[in-house]
């Protein structure tokens, strides 16, 4: 099992990433997946999750309104828009797989068995 993440980059603020967490050796359909992130000496923080089950997705209020995931199984795929981002936005970002159904709502890094291997997202003037 292996989740790609792509799409980090620098970015001025106010600006916009689409970030990308293709998988293989599994059907990511099967799973929920959400995205966390992680900035040196702080705790990985689950800011988006989905569903596998109906497409409910989550939002962590820091990122609310701004950013959006969605899926596409016939691509194997999830992804997280991210519009109108802010210098606190920078991170790595992590997508994540978890077979339990439930996981995507205010995930928990505990609760997800796969990983992607992060990508960093820098808002910078």
């Known amino acids: 099992v292996q989740l790609q993440a792509s799409g980090g980059g620098l970015v001025q603020p106010g600006g916009s990433l689409r970030l990308s967490c293709e998988a293989s050796?599994?059907?990511?359909?099967?799973?929920?997946v959400a995205w966390f992130r992680q900035v040196p000496g702080r705790q990985r923080e689950g800011v988006s999750g989905?569903?596998?089950?109906?497409?409910?997705?989550y939002y962590a209020d820091s990122v609310k309104g701004r950013f959006t995931i969605s899926r596409d199984n016939a691509k194997n795929s999830v992804y997280l828009q991210m519009n109108s981002l802010k210098p606190e936005d920078t991170a790595v970002y992590y997508c994540?797989?978890?077979?339990?159904?439930?996981?995507?709502?205010?995930?928990?890094?505990?609760?997800?068995?796969?990983w992607g291997q992060g990508t960093l997202v820098t808002v910078s003037s």
């Open positions: 994540a797989a978890s077979y339990y159904s439930g996981s995507y709502l205010y995930p928990e890094a505990a609760e997800f068995e796969h």
């Open positions: 050796g599994v059907t990511l359909g099967d799973y929920a």
């Open positions: 989905i569903s596998d089950r109906d497409g409910s997705t």
